[in-house]
């Protein structure tokens, strides 16, 4: 759930992890690469803690785009800035965002995803009770140089004012069910949703896996799957013997080719994002 108001603006920033390997079962066998973020440092003066997942120099093949988790407490916000040439995703894992994008303020939920556009003036509150949880990331990389705040501000003002794109609830996105426990839904995707104009090169999707739940055994031989546990733990699979337990906060990195059934073992639902990049496409997707 959503609210749009005007007013003024908001901020951030991103990049990596700690990276593991789950051996193999079976000699030969496949690797599971497991993503866990570690060292939380101040951001925005101590406004906010952030922790990298991906960045330019994770030591995986190139991504496009930086991810990190960013924790801010209650009444705190990051400082209004302008990222320049890049555009940033954010999605709210706990707690309340209010969220300025030039002259437009949403206030996101838990399970909210939104696009804030390159250049915009922007800033992010945590007005809710709790720790203000969420994933961020950019596409191109961000850098430094980039990040304009402050004085250099006014240097860089914009001539249009430009408004974010909200997936208020994951319902809102494209439904998939495969029957088996699972609950599958493309939150944004540029190939299958042309219309909203999304200037991302990847996709994201939510998942929601019941107890005993799955993803059937399949391979994405087009692209890059990185797959973000939110609640719960799952167990990954690949038909060369590698199995490993990954929990909340964590994610798995399977290259372009990689095939893995997802289970959930545990007593509790479990829940995942998954970003592909280049963005899903059926043309890339196959079974069994």
Same mark, same amino acid.
């Not at 988790?69 to 309340?96: C, F, K, M, W």
């Given at each position: ?47 906010? +803690? ?16 930086? +991810?990190?988790?960013? @924790?801010? $407490? ?16 954010? !999605? ?11 002259? @437009? ?17 922007? $800033? ?7 720790? +203000? ?27 249009? $004012? ?37 200037? #991302? ?14 993803? #059937?055994?399949?391979? +994405? @031989? ?5 797959? !973000? ?8 699979? @690949? ?25 959930? $073992? ?23």
């Amino acid at each position: 759930m959503h609210k749009c108001i005007l007013i003024l603006i908001i901020p951030l920033l991103l990049s990596a992890g700690c990276l593991t390997a789950a051996p193999p079962e079976e000699e030969g066998g496949a690797e599971i690469l497991v993503i866990e973020p570690r060292n939380p440092f101040p951001i925005f003066e101590g406004q906010g +803690l952030y922790s990298h997942l991906i960045t330019i120099d994770t030591p995986i093949p190139p991504m496009s785009y930086n +991810l990190g988790q960013v @924790t801010i $407490s209650p009444g705190n916000a990051t400082d209004p800035h302008r990222l320049l040439g890049t555009s940033e995703l954010v !999605y709210v894992i706990d707690g309340i965002a209010g969220i300025h994008c030039d002259e @437009t303020i949403v206030t996101a939920e838990k399970g909210e995803l939104i696009l804030l556009p390159e250049g915009v003036l922007q $800033s992010i509150l945590s007005v809710g009770e709790t720790d +203000l949880r969420y994933l961020s990331a950019n596409q191109p990389h961000y850098r430094d140089a980039i990040d304009i705040r402050g004085d250099d501000l006014a240097s860089y003002e914009m001539m249009t $004012s430009q408004t974010p794109i909200v997936i208020a609830n994951p319902e809102e996105g494209i439904e998939w069910d495969y029957e088996t426990g699972t609950m599958i839904y493309t939150l944004i995707n540029p190939v299958l949703m042309p219309e909203l104009e999304i200037p #991302i090169d990847y996709s994201v999707a939510y998942a929601e896996l019941l107890p005993s739940g799955k993803i #059937i055994n399949n391979r +994405l @031989t087009g692209a890059a799957d990185l797959i !973000y546990v939110i609640h719960g733990e799952v167990d990954f699979i @690949t038909p060369e013997g590698a199995e490993i337990t990954v929990r909340a906060g964590d994610a798995a990195y399977f290259p372009p080719g990689q095939a893995k059934e997802i289970r959930n $073992s545990g007593d509790t639902p479990a829940s995942l994002l998954s970003i592909v990049d280049p963005a899903w496409q059926p043309e890339f997707f196959e079974t069994g």
